[in-house]
């Protein structure tokens, strides 16, 4: 079963960018590695995901490394909103264990005016 | 679409009582996963669905908890008898499998409370 590693807790500035790190070192081939965020009160959303590319959408951006055992989501400029708990989670979509979407404790990202 | 729909949004019920929660996955998803959310433990998968079919319940903690998905549009979560120790936060989410476009969507929540 593919875990990840991710920091408890991170600070930013308002404004600034933020690097949020997950490491997967026993990831396979066909896991796909994700990434969700919950806002306070909220269910979690989804954010982003790749498989071995970069990636970037209008949330974030998504650096992946080359043997694929890391990750970095990177929110370009924190906003206030962006004050969340960030998730880092493998899937595979092409088994039936591989697809269940099982949540670590995720970063608590603070944003600091 | 109007995205996950769970009811009730809060639930208050007395120790002992059953509880149903109700989730109405996105058209069109085959993948439904309820997830349960406390301080304590964070948010825990308690079941997962594929194709209307229970694949893991290893999350379920107990008897007690039921699950069942009788179509692709609708899905509950039951507890009985309650606890108060099963007060949380429940989440339903969807998504399809295989490879396509598959993030997964989170309805608002249950919030129970069992006193």
Known sequence: DAKTTQPNSME???????????????????????????LPSQGPEYVIHGLTSNVNNRMASLAIAEDRKSSTLILHRATLRDAAVYYCILRDYYNNAGNMLTFGGGTRLMVKP | DAGVIQSPRHEVTEMGQE???????????????????????????????????PIDDSGMPEDRFSAKMPNASFSTLKIQPSEPRDSAVYFCASSLMAGKGTEAFFGQGTRLTVV
């Open chain 1, 12 to 38: 930013s500035n308002e404004e600034e960018p933020v690097h949020l790190p997950c490491n997967h070192s026993t990831i396979s081939g066909t896991d796909y590695i994700h990434w969700y965020r919950q």
């Open chain 2, 19 to 53: 509880v149903t929660l109700r989730c109405k996955p996105i058209s069109g998803h085959n993948s439904l996963f309820w997830y349960r959310q406390t301080m304590m433990r964070g948010l825990e998968l308690l079941i997962y669905f594929n194709n209307n079919v």
